[in-house]
């Protein structure tokens, strides 16, 4: 009497399931790595954060794009080369936008109007027009000597976030933008606001539109040694 032992090769479904709980597990395991890199940043480690992300780099199922960017070299261009190249030197500048301004101009319209509506509807005397102008201009030079403007800058950034989508959807694509090429040329984001009531709330500080911090220690010692580097 014998045993025979057949032995078979794993289906497809069973190579497909088994390549389905691997992913399941990398990706469980990037995401306690990137938990970690948040928490080092939320006491301040940023040290400690980058070494983490550096850590992951060229790792299976880590962070593949990180540093990944190649730059391109640095020295001058004439504007030959740029025409060569299909570049518009104009498009190098920075984008002028006027949505804000128009926004601005709106609304000190809406409150000229507003005013001649109130002195025809109330028809103040000259005493309380008086009191009125002294008060309005008391409180806008308390906000350019005590806060730089930064009170009327964040009514007219909510402002225009509110009403204006094209002004909303550009603060969100510039910021993007600032997160995207620092995180492809190796420089860790810790941060971001999209408006100056969000800044407000995270940093107290006012007259910030929006931002994006980053872990920019490495940058900051190269600028104190007087000598830039390509990499950083």
């Known amino acids: 009497m014998c045993t025979v032992v057949y032995c078979t090769m794993p289906t ?9 709980i691997s992913a399941v597990k990398t990706k469980s395991s990037l995401k306690l790595e990137l938990d970690a890199v948040d928490n080092e940043l939320a006491r301040g480690e940023e040290r400690a954060a980058l070494s983490l992300v550096k850590g ?3 790792q299976p199922g880590g962070l593949r794009c990180f540093g990944a960017a190649r730059q391109v070299p ?15 030197a104009s498009s190098l500048l920075s984008p002028v936008d006027a949505t ?12 000229s109007v507003g005013g001649i509506s109130a002195w025809i509807a109330f028809q103040p005397s000259a005493q309380q027009a008086l009191y009125l102008s002294l008060g309005f ?3 806008w030079t308390l906000d350019l000597v005590s806060f730089n403007g930064g009170i009327g800058s964040l009514v007219l950034d909510t402002i225009g ?8 959807n550009r603060v969100i694509q510039h910021e993007a933008g600032h997160f995207l090429i620092a995180y492809l040329v190796g420089i ?15 940093e107290g ?3 910030v539109q929006a931002g994006t911090a980053f872990v920019d220690f490495e940058f900051l010692e190269e600028v104190s040694t007087g000598k830039l580097s390509a990499t950083v």
């Open 74 to 88: 640095q020295r001058d261009y004439t504007l030959d080369e740029l025409k060569l190249n299909g570049i518009e």
């Open 100 to 111: 804000l301004g128009s926004i601005e101009r709106n609304l000190q319209l809406a409150a």
């Open 56 to 58: 992951l780099q060229g």
């Open 188 to 202: 860790l984001p810790k941060g971001y606001t999209l408006s100056s009531f969000e800044a407000l709330k995270k």
């Open 12 to 20: 497809w479904r069973t190579q497909l399931k088994l390549s389905t």
């Open 137 to 139: 201009l008391f409180l």
């Open 161 to 168: 976030h509110t009403f204006s989508q094209k002004y909303h």
């Open 205 to 207: 500080s006012l007259n």
